[in-house]
């Protein structure tokens, strides 16, 4: 497509210059016959013969016009399609990707490889491919074309053409290492910005906002400066690249004028090698910029291929499966864990065991590693030593799929997107309907808050639910795990903040809904309402503690004493 575009824009000129030589053939012919009649005849067949022209080159420019369509049709949406295809094997990527990943990585690298990286690597395969073959076809027919007529005026007409296409490569990539200071001092910007808007609560407690302000000024300031300064370097490029034009067509002119009077040329060739001058300029031009782009989509796909060439710490041994359900025996021989992104000991040859349907309860200080053994039953690590058993089965052997579909798991941390309650409740289960979404609100005894917002269910909870209470997210992220019906439950600390009453109420559901289930209970404080066989006290990582509620009571260690603070705080 790219050749054929080109073969038939090459032949334009060719056009214009018979053209342009028919007229200056025919004009001293035209003079002879002033005073007679067949000069308005003359006239007419010679007015003829420049339309036939004319409509020629403007038929070789439809012409040229449909294989440049198709051609742009052609490449150009191949390389969206691979865009679309790159981003989405990245995605793809960063979901099987554990979360030790996350936590060595900013979101803003992971956004800026998924973005910015994949437009360099897409611009690479469209626009730098298209314009590489076409600066080659082009320059090769154009350069044929002209030599046919004059080496020499070839010579003289493509002198500054080398220079042009070194100067612009130069300052192609002097353009291109400022534009990448501008993208990270954008990221920057962005990343204080984005801090800033998210943690305004806590910038308007501490009256911080001048400081801020004042923070976001002078790194706005940083990339004024540098955008300026690349704004003079583009200042600079074009008329550099106007000028080494204008030299061009001005020794074609003087040059072919010599060749003219000396007979060698027609005043035609002239002018068909200005056409052609102008012709090269863009391609020529572009030597420099697709250069930048191959460069700058080489560093970007060597970005991508590092995150790509990262394999998951966690894999599926299992490629499909029947999705079945779990019969709830947990089982933890000896486990030791240690964070491998931070080197801290979570756990410490831990072992517990629990039948199907058994309530066990794990209750320890800030640190002690509770929230490390739900993490590794959902297997969002694996164990550095130990075994973790599920119905018998080692868990690595499991499918991970199935089994974290069927365990109901309400993290400590609550996270909600940036969608409506409704929405974030049958994100636990995508085919749930309204009235199973309103039945299980009820259960986590979030209905009524739901019920008195101006719109209901279809209330926006904005980014990380910024706009409900805390209590009120625990609450939404409690229907959104039981709402799976889940084999396992596992409930991480999830109602530090409700009030008694609400928590009550969600209690007695929970304690129903889990009557034959296997659950594990991360907390605090010691609840009442619920009836544990089995309770394990961890202190760094270590169990101290292990028993029922009255053998705990019985030791007087820190359960007992944690006990009996409680009911002192409960009679104040």
Known sequence: MVTLANFFNVLKPQMVRNALDLVVDNLQIFHLYDGFDLQTTFFQEFGKTLFFFGGLVLVLA?????????????????????????????FQHYE????????KNNTGDLMSRITEDVTKVRMYLGPAILYGFNLTTLVIMVVVSMLRVSPELTLYALAPMPILSISIYFVSNLINKKSMKIQEQ???LNS???EAYSGMRVVKSYVQEQQMGKFFLGQS??????????????????????????ASNILTVYAGGILVVQGAITPGNIAEFVIYV???????????WVTSIIQQAAASQKRINGFLDIEPDIKNPVLQSTPKDLNGEIEFKNVSFTYPDSGIVALQNVSFHLKKGEKMAIIGKTGSGKT?????????????????????????????????????YVPQDVFLFSDTIAGNVAFGNREATQEKIKEYTKYAAVYNDIASLPEGFKTMV????????????????????????????ILDDCLSAVDTNTEQQILGYINGAISDRTSIIITHRIYGLLSFDKIIVLENGKITEEGTHEQLIDNQGFYAEMYEKQLSEGDK
């Open 462 to 489: 904005g980014e990380r639910g910024v706009t409900l209470s805390g209590g009120q997210k625990q609450r939404v992220s409690i229907a959104r795990a039981f709402i799976k019906n889940p084999d396992v439950v």
């Open 192 to 194: 204080s910005a984005q």
């Open 186 to 188: 954008l990221a920057t």
């Open 221 to 246: 300031q940083i990339y004024m400066d540098k955008s300026l300064d690349l704004a003079k370097t583009n200042a600079f490029f074009f008329p550099l690249m106007v000028l080494l034009i204008g």
């Open 372 to 408: 490390t053994i739900a993490d590794l039953l959902v297997r969002m690590y694996d164990v550095t030593e130990g075994e973790i058993l599920i119905d018998g089965q080692p868990i690595q052997e499991m499918d991970l799929a199935n089994l974290r579909e069927r365990l109901g």
């Open 278 to 288: 102008n012709m090269l300029t863009w391609p020529v031009t572009a030597v420099g």
């Open 62 to 90: 439809i012409i040229q016009g449909i294989f440049m369509y198709f051609m742009r049709q052609t490449i150009i949406v191949m390389s969206r399609l691979i865009e679309y295809d790159i981003r989405k094997e990245i």
């Open 96 to 103: 099987n990707l554990s979360l030790a990943f996350y936590k």
